[in-house]
Nanobody, 121 residues
């Protein structure tokens, strides 16, 4: 079992930046693949970014490439999402997720409760 708690969401103007954090507890964090997903009002939850257990591999949705960066600190059991050049269409609830296998991280076993990000125009 892995427990995930997101933080760092808030209200920001377009063009601004936010850094989301997700703190984990439970089974060895360092062995898990991690991801960030988001869900806008009235829409499905979608993949944003994923990172392998050692950080060697990262993947991003086309809509955030070049603006968002996922990273992890295994010693702190935390995964981050640095979001720059934010746009109003980035407004969503952002979820942290984890799975034992990178190939399953798009359908992860564990989810956080989410943190709201609102980008004003």
């Amino acid at each position: 079992q892995v427990q995930l708690v997101e933080s760092g969401g808030g209200l920001v103007q377009a063009g601004g930046s936010l850094r989301l954090s997700c703190a984990a507890s439970g089974r060895p964090f360092a062995t898990y693949a991690l991801g960030w997903f988001r869900q806008a009002p009235g829409k499905e939850r979608n993949f944003v970014a994923t990172i392998s257990w050692n950080g060697a591999r990262t993947d991003y949705a086309d809509s955030v490439k070049g603006r968002f960066t996922i990273s992890r600190d295994n010693a702190k059991k935390t995964v981050y999402l640095q979001m720059n050049s934010l746009k109003p269409e980035d407004t969503a609830v952002y979820y942290c997720a984890a799975d034992e296998l990178y190939r399953r991280v798009l359908s992860p076993a564990y989810w956080g409760q989410g943190t709201q990000v609102t980008v004003s125009s």
